[in-house]
């Protein structure tokens, strides 16, 4: 799709069509990346668990990863009531 730039003060800016908008997620805040050349407009909602993965690889490496709780049920215990 091709759009042309409009001026805002010293700056121009692209209007981008509500359908793209709501099919990218995108309401108020956006992300801009600069990749060889290219602008990169990404929504800030799209990533909300992003570094999660090296963090979760750093508390393995550092052995940080061990269950807080025991995660085992006794099946048979007298507690239970069954309906």
Do not use: Y
């Amino acid at each position: 799709m091709k759009v042309k730039l409009v001026p805002i003060g010293n700056s121009k800016g692209v209007r981008i069509p509500a359908a793209i908008l709501k099919q990218c997620n995108i309401n108020n805040e956006v992300n801009f990346e600069v990749e060889k050349g290219r602008i990169i407009i990404t929504s800030t909602k799209s990533r909300p668990r992003e570094g999660w993965d090296k963090a979760f690889r750093l508390m393995h490496t550092s052995k940080d990863d061990a269950l807080l709780i025991d995660e085992t049920v006794g099946v048979e215990s007298d507690d239970w009531e069954w309906k």
